[in-house]
């Protein structure tokens, strides 16, 4: 597995932005993946994630409604469809894999993570 998410930007509040993430491994169908982000200051945290086949996909409260979190194993990429951008939204965000049997709600469970993409939504 190895990640590289691209896509961030500079954005106006109330904007959208539709980030990717790109495995350049062979084994990307294989695997869950999960969106975290880290604010400037603050501790990473979770943002989305999304089963293998696509069908199952979970959000943090704070983008529930305003993100998407989609996949195309065709292409081996991941997508995250920011709509809504709020300025609290600012952050680096990480795409990464899912590693063992853990929760998919939980940073944890995904391991190795990606160079980030750097969004900045501006109020």
């Known amino acids: 597995v190895q990640l590289q998410a691209s896509g961030g930007g500079l954005v106006q509040a109330g904007g959208s932005l539709r980030l990717s993430c790109v495995d350049s491994g062979r084994t990307f169908s294989d695997n869950g993946m999960a969106w975290s982000r880290q604010a400037p200051g603050k501790e990473r945290e979770f943002v989305a994630s999304?089963?293998?086949?696509?069908?199952?996909?979970y959000y943090a409260d704070s983008v529930k409604g305003r993100f998407t979190v989609s996949r195309d194993n065709a292409k081996n990429t991941m997508y995250l469809q920011m709509n809504a951008l709020k300025s609290e939204d600012t952050a680096v965000y990480y795409c990464g894999a899912k590693n063992g049997h853990g929760s998919y709600l939980s940073l944890d469970s995904f391991n190795p993570w990606g160079q980030g993409t750097l969004v900045t939504v501006s109020s």
């Open positions: 999304i089963g293998r086949s696509g069908r199952d996909r």
